[in-house]
């Protein structure tokens, strides 16, 4: 049963640490999504790629978030300096081109707490 | 520009009894409408969608959503609630950008959430 895996599960630090997530995506998918998960905003993209390329990081905040695909079996979000404000639960999602299909699969998501 | 809205924060409805999550959406273009699952510290999980074809949709668990033009409406809908359907209930619409050409897959733009409860 082929899923997206996201490490850390949880993760605690303080402000002004660096904060890297991983995911791994679907063997296979081409297009890799970070969504972030938050009470007051819900559910909002952050960015995404395909084919490692990355297409749209208009949702993140570019001077201290950055997101790469270093191979096509990892992505990576990364938060420097991280602040309270960062805390939420954040989401990877990985589907694939060119077969008709437009599911997104979701990761279990990693939990960051910046106190 | 795209959104979707989920009217109701919170469902209620007893076991055996049918449930109706709503949503409403706004598009430019034809509408690819889905609908996700989130069980307590989990990620979501697909539940159906509607592409083109029949206004019915039928996805996983017993779930059914109603595609209605008129109204812009995508309701998810059940027969019989379990207990075990508990859970937050996300409505998307997936948006098609210029970085998308060629490609079905885009960005979705998701609703509050509904918090489904079902009774015992």
């Known amino acids: 049963d082929a899923r997206v895996t996201q490490t850390p599960r949880h993760k605690v630090t303080e402000m002004g640490q660096e904060v890297t997530m991983r995911c791994q995506p679907i063997?296979?998918?081409?297009?890799v999504f970070w969504y972030r998960q938050t009470m007051m905003q819900g559910l909002e993209l952050l960015a995404y790629?395909?084919?490692?390329?990355?297409?749209?990081d208009s949702g993140m905040p570019k001077d201290r978030f950055s997101a790469e695909m270093p191979d096509a079996t990892l992505a990576t979000l990364k938060i420097q300096p991280s602040e309270p404000r960062d805390s939420a639960v954040y989401f990877c999602a990985s589907g694939e081109t060119g077969l008709a299909t437009d599911t997104q699969y979701f990761g279990p998501g990693t939990r960051l707490t910046v106190l | 520009a795209q959104s979707v809205a989920q009217p109701e924060d919170q469902v209620n409805v007893a076991e055996g009894n049918p449930l109706t999550v709503k949503c409403t959406y706004s598009v430019s273009g034809n509408p690819y409408l889905f609908w996700y699952v989130q069980y307590p510290n989990r990620g979501l999980q697909f539940l159906l969608k509607y592409i083109t074809g029949d206004n019915l949709v039928k996805g996983s668990y017993g779930f059914e959503a109603e595609f209605n033009k008129s109204q812009t409406s995508f309701h998810l809908k059940k027969p019989s609630a379990l207990v075990s359907d508990s859970a937050l209930y996300f409505c998307?619409?997936?948006?098609?950008?210029?970085?998308?050409?060629?490609?079905?897959?885009?960005?979705?733009?998701f609703g509050r959430g509904t918090q489904l409860t079902v009774w015992p």
């Open positions: 063997l296979g998918h081409n297009t």
């Open positions: 998307a619409v997936r948006f098609l950008g210029e970085n998308d050409r060629g490609s079905t897959l885009g960005r979705l733009y």
């Open positions: 790629f395909r084919n490692r390329a990355p297409l749209d």
